[in-house]
């Protein structure tokens, strides 16, 4: 499909993220564990995934070969904190799978190439003009960059998850969804982040954001008890 009739499919419905990740050590951080969370959220209704690393691409594509995928590829780099999709090798590999959607780091940080991380959003547009392009942004100003560099979808998912970000609360980061939709009226926005429960979910649209992806909140059993167990631990 095209890019419009994917913007039009996915509009005000939900991704969910099938990584697992949340804790080193997950016992659910299997291939056919995360396969079976992609089939459970979908029979649950949503529209489409985000998988990281090409195995985990591959296997929910070869069963959903039609739902739309934001697909990654984490790669971690000693001393770098840029490690989403950060660079055309790991774009080529999952572009070839079939992603409707690559995300990437959008951040105004250094790659380990010594580039802004959204630098490359010019280099796989030429590459690649039917895939859909993701920034995954954490401020404003990382928004302002990655659209002017091309973006075709801006997401919040790095706030919270950066150094010049990380006092933002447990809570979807719904000030910076507002913020870019005041600044560009008619980009595509997902709200990705500390999406916990349905009314996250509703201020999250309400703020503006044409899509929404949820992760841990579905997907990752050893998350979910933490955070009712750190609560219960603040209020003994």
Same mark, same amino acid.
């Given at each position: $499909? =095209?890019? @419009?009739?994917?913007?039009?499919?996915?509009?005000? +419905? !939900?991704?969910?993220?099938?990584?697992?990740?949340?804790?080193?050590?997950?016992?659910?951080?299997?291939?056919?564990?995360?396969?079976? $969370?992609?089939?459970?959220?979908?029979?649950?209704?949503?529209?489409?995934?985000?998988?990281?690393?090409? %195995?985990?691409?591959?296997?929910?594509?070869?069963?959903?070969?039609? /739902?739309?995928?934001?697909?990654?590829?984490?790669?971690?780099?000693?001393? +770098? #904190?840029?490690?989403? *999709?950060?660079? !055309?090798?790991?774009?080529?590999?999952?572009?070839?799978?079939?992603? %409707?959607?690559? &995300?990437?780091?959008?951040?105004?940080?250094?790659?380990?190439?010594?580039?802004?991380?959204?630098?490359?959003?010019?280099?796989?547009?030429?590459?690649?003009?039917?895939?859909?392009? $993701?920034?995954?942004?954490?401020?404003?100003? #990382?928004?302002?960059? =990655?659209? %002017?560099?091309?973006?075709?979808?801006? &997401?919040?998912?790095?706030?919270?998850?950066?150094?010049?970000?990380?006092?933002?609360?447990?809570?979807?980061?719904?000030?910076?969804? @507002? #913020?870019?939709? =005041?600044?560009?009226?008619?980009?595509?926005?997902?709200?990705?982040?500390?999406?916990? *429960?349905?009314?996250?979910?509703?201020?999250? !649209?309400?703020?503006?954001?044409?899509?929404? /992806?949820?992760?841990?909140? /579905?997907? #990752?059993?050893?998350?979910?008890?933490?955070?009712?167990? @750190?609560?219960?631990?603040?209020?003994?």
């Amino acid at each position: $499909m =095209s890019k @419009k009739e994917l913007f039009d499919y996915i509009r005000g +419905n !939900m991704f969910v993220s099938c990584q697992g990740t949340c804790a080193k050590g997950n016992p659910f951080y299997t291939p056919e564990r995360l396969l079976l $969370m992609a089939k459970a959220a979908y029979r649950g209704g949503c529209i489409g995934f985000r998988a990281n690393t090409p %195995e985990i691409i591959s296997l929910i594509k070869r069963v959903y070969p039609d /739902v739309p995928m934001i697909g990654i590829w984490k790669q971690y780099t000693f001393g +770098n #904190d840029v490690y989403i *999709t950060p660079s !055309m090798r790991e774009v080529d590999r999952i572009a070839e799978i079939g992603c %409707e959607i690559i &995300a990437l780091d959008g951040t105004h940080r250094k790659n380990a190439d010594g580039e802004y991380a959204w630098e490359i959003i010019p280099k796989v547009k030429a590459k690649y003009p039917n895939i859909a392009i $993701m920034a995954d942004i954490g401020t404003i100003e #990382d928004a302002k960059y =990655s659209y %002017e560099a091309g973006a075709d979808i801006i &997401a919040t998912t790095m706030s919270g998850y950066t150094e010049n970000t990380a006092d933002k609360t447990d809570t979807c980061d719904f000030q910076l969804i @507002k #913020d870019i939709r =005041s600044m560009y009226p008619d980009i595509f926005i997902i709200a990705e982040g500390r999406i916990w *429960t349905r009314e996250d979910a509703q201020a999250a !649209m309400d703020c503006g954001a044409d899509s929404i /992806v949820v992760g841990s909140a /579905v997907t #990752d059993p050893q998350c979910i008890t933490q955070r009712f167990v @750190k609560h219960l631990n603040a209020h003994k």
